[in-house]
T-cell receptor, first 117, second 112 residues
């Protein structure tokens, strides 16, 4: 069974400081990994994904994430946080390239990011 | 303007009533999904469909039903058998050329 863990319910950071949101995963095969962001009462917006290749993935709005296979982690990072980055962030995982798991996109519980001016 | 449209945005239902949430996409995606979101619990998969006229139960399908008669549409019915239906419901889709799922803006269902 696949699973995703986001160990922090909330991350607080001052504007201009680096932001990191942690994610660890468990899948039986190779993972597809994703980060999404959600603003209040809205749907999820896709930020970035890891499929294969370079372990450092760059995405939208200056976000990046690093895939670490040995630690089964996929932490989201931003070098300099903005107040507008305050939102709910979700990590998600899907087992790669198996028809049966097409729909099994498993989400973490989410991490609330609060960026203060 | 391509995307996923969920309607209505807010929905109120009396106990004992069935209610249907709409989800339409014009992205030509084969796969569509319904998730339920509750505070502090992330997103839980209700049903998903990989192709027209076929769908599978997710992790919390009890009390819900779906149909997939057209590629573009995947409506979700919340039945009276669902014990605690008040939640935020999200529809998503993905295609053979996209690995990631794209989401609608959600429907907030409240039982009154």
């Amino acid at each position: 069974a696949q699973s995703v863990a986001q160990p922090e319910d909330q991350v607080n950071v001052a504007e201009g400081n680096p932001l990191t949101v942690k994610c660890t995963y468990s899948v039986s095969g190779n993972p597809y990994l994703f980060w999404y962001v959600q603003y209040p009462n809205r749907g999820l917006q896709f930020l970035l994904k890891y499929i294969t290749g370079d372990n450092l993935v760059k995405g939208s709005y200056g976000f990046e994430a690093e895939f670490n296979k040995s630690q089964t982690s996929f932490h989201l990072k931003k070098p300099s946080a903005l107040v507008s980055d305050s939102a709910l962030y979700f990590c998600a995982v899907r087992e790669a390239a198996t028809t049966d798991s097409w729909g099994k996109l498993q989400f973490g519980a989410g991490t609330q990011v609060v960026v203060t001016p | 303007d391509g995307g996923i449209t969920q309607s209505p945005k807010y929905l109120f239902r009396k106990e004992g009533q069935n209610v249907t949430l709409s989800c339409e996409q014009n992205l030509n995606h084969d796969a569509m999904y319904w998730y339920r979101q509750d505070p502090g619990q992330g997103l839980r998969l209700i049903y998903y469909s990989q192709i027209v006229n076929d769908f599978q139960k997710g992790d919390i399908a009890e009390g819900y039903s779906v149909s997939r008669e057209k590629k573009e549409s995947f409506p979700l019915t919340v039945t009276s058998a669902q014990k605690n239906p008040t939640a935020f419901y999200l529809c998503a889709s993905s295609g053979s050329r996209t690995v990631e799922a794209f989401f609608g803006q959600g429907t907030r269902l409240t039982v009154v």
